[in-house]
C-alpha cells in the first residue's frame, strides 16, 4: 500500500473583492466555504492535506490600508495585514522601537516563507505555537476588523479561544494590528526550541518583555507570554505581578520562572512531552529574563 503523503492542492475559486465591504458580505455569505487569503503559507498546506475543503479563497492582501506599515512617533506602529514578515524585520522603525516583534519574526521558518507570510495572518491561524504571537500580546497589540458591521478595535488578548479559534465572526476580516508606543526603555527577548534551527514549530516558546516603571515596588515592569503549552497562546499575569513586587534578582527570576512553568497546560504531541515541555518553560523563561535584564543594561 502506498501512502500519499501529500495529496493534490483540490480545486478552488480565487477571488480579488473591489472593497472591503464586498469581501466581508462575499465571506458572510459564504460562511464554512470560504476564507480570506493572505500570504497563504498556512492556508495551502492545509488544503493539500485535506484538512480544510474552501471552495473560495478571498485574497484581501490588496484592499484599504492592508499593505502598509506605518510608525508615528505619538501613536506607534501599524501593521497592516498584508505586511509581511521580512518588511517587518527590515524596517528601521521597528527595529528601533518594536525590536522583540522583529525578533519573533525572525524566528519563523525560512526568509523565503517570511517573504509570504504575515503577522496578522499568524494571529489569525490562531494556533497556541505562532511564533509572532507572544511578542504581538506584550506589545499590547490591537486589531482592526472589518465585519458587516464596519470596523471595530479587538484587543488581542482577547482575541483567542481556542486552538484555532478566534472572536471573529463570518465576515469578519482583520485589517491591521496597532501597537502603541512601547514604553521608555523597554525590550524584550523570545526564545524558540524547536526540534531543529529551521523551519520547525515551536516546542516551546517564551517571550519576555520588559521596562523601567517608577510605579512598580521592583522599579520594572515585565510580561511573559508563552506558545505551544497551552490551547491558546498564554501570558502569564501570576508572574508579571511576583517581577513587579519583588526586588529584581536571579532568585526572583527563578521564581517568575517557576511561576509561568506553574500556567501552563501543555499536550502531549509529536514534538515534544507535556513534562519536558514544562520543564522547558521553566528554563526558558529563567533565561529569557535574564536576558532581557542584560538588554535593560543592568547587569
Ligand atoms: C514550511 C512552513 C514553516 C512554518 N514555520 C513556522 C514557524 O516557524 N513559526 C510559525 O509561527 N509559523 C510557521 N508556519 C506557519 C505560517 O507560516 C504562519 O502561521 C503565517 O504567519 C500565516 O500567515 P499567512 O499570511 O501565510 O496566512 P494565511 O495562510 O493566508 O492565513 C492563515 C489563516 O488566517 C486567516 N486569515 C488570513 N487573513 C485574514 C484576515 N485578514 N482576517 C481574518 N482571517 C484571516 C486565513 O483564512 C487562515 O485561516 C510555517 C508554515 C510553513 C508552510
Known amino acids: 500500500m502506498t501512502i500519499d503523503a501529500h495529496p493534490e492542492l483540490p480545486e478552488f475559486d480565487y477571488l480579488r473583492p473591489a472593497t472591503l465591504m464586498e469581501a466581508s458580505q462575499f465571506l458572510a455569505q ?113 486589531l482592526t476588523v472589518h465585519g458587516l458591521g464596519g470596523f471595530r478595535q479587538v484587543p488581542l488578548a482577547t482575541f483567542f479561544l481556542g486552538p484555532g479559534k478566534t472572536i471573529l465572526e463570518a465576515g469578519d476580516i482583520v485589517t491591521a494590528i496597532h501597537f502603541p508606543r512601547p514604553p521608555h526603555g523597554a525590550t524584550g527577548t523570545y526564545l524558540k526550541l524547536g526540534r531543529n534551527k529551521l523551519s520547525d514549530l515551536s516546542i516551546v516558546g517564551v517571550t519576555v518583555y520588559g521596562y523601567p516603571d517608577a510605579s512598580a515596588a521592583s522599579g520594572y515592569r515585565f510580561c511573559i507570554a508563552l506558545a505551544s503549552v497551552a490551547p491558546v497562546p498564554l501570558l502569564v499575569p501570576s508572574a508579571a505581578e511576583h517581577l513587579a513586587s519583588k526586588p529584581t534578582t536571579p532568585k526572583t527570576f527563578k521564581q517568575a520562572a517557576h511561576l509561568a512553568q506553574e500556567a501552563c497546560s501543555p499536550i502531549d504531541d509529536v514534538r515534544g512531552g507535556a513534562r519536558y515541555r514544562k520543564a522547558m518553560v521553566r528554563n526558558l523563561t529563567e533565561k529569557a529574563l535574564g536576558i532581557t535584564w542584560e538588554r535593560l543594561g543592568q547587569v
Open 30 to 142: 459564504h460562511s464554512g466555504e470560504a476564507r480570506p487569503l493572505l500570504g497563504g503559507t498556512d492556508i495551502f498546506v492545509r488544503m493539500r492535506d485535506g484538512l480544510w475543503h474552501d471552495k473560495y479563497l478571498v485574497d484581501v492582501k490588496h484592499l484599504d490600508g492592508s499593505d502598509a506599515l506605518v510608525f508615528d512617533p505619538q501613536e506607534g506602529l501599524t501593521l497592516g495585514a498584508a505586511v509581511n514578515m521580512n518588511r517587518v524585520i527590515a524596517s528601521a522603525e521597528v527595529q528601533q522601537h518594536y525590536q522583540l516583534l522583529a525578533e519573533a519574526c525572525r524566528s519563523v521558518a525560512s526568509y523565503q516563507l517570511r517573504t509570504r507570510a504575515t503577522v496578522v495572518g499568524n494571529i489569525c491561524n490562531a494556533s497556541p505555537a505562532g511564533d509572532t504571537i507572544g511578542a504581538c500580546l506584550a506589545l499590547k497589540g490591537v
